[in-house]
């Protein structure tokens, strides 16, 4: 049997620490993502269109 090398060992704290971090980073996307959906704030698209929900409900008789 072999000893690690005390590089060794503190490589694989920091990979763990790395590890923590993208882990939290990922639920956290997560966690942003399931509130946006159980709000409806995905419900229009992002695709540069002007947005009737946006447009104040008096607006729309003073263009015409």
Avoid: C, W, Y
Avoid at 8 to 32: E, P
């Amino acid at each position: 049997m072999h000893r690690d090398h005390e590089v060794h060992l503190r490589r694989k704290g920091r990979n763990f620490g790395v590890l923590g971090v993208l882990l939290a980073f990922i639920v956290i996307v997560f966690g942003v993502t399931v509130a946006k959906i159980q709000t409806g704030g995905f419900s229009e698209g992002f695709d540069h269109v002007a947005r009737p929900a946006l447009v104040p409900s008096g607006a729309e008789e003073a263009n015409e």
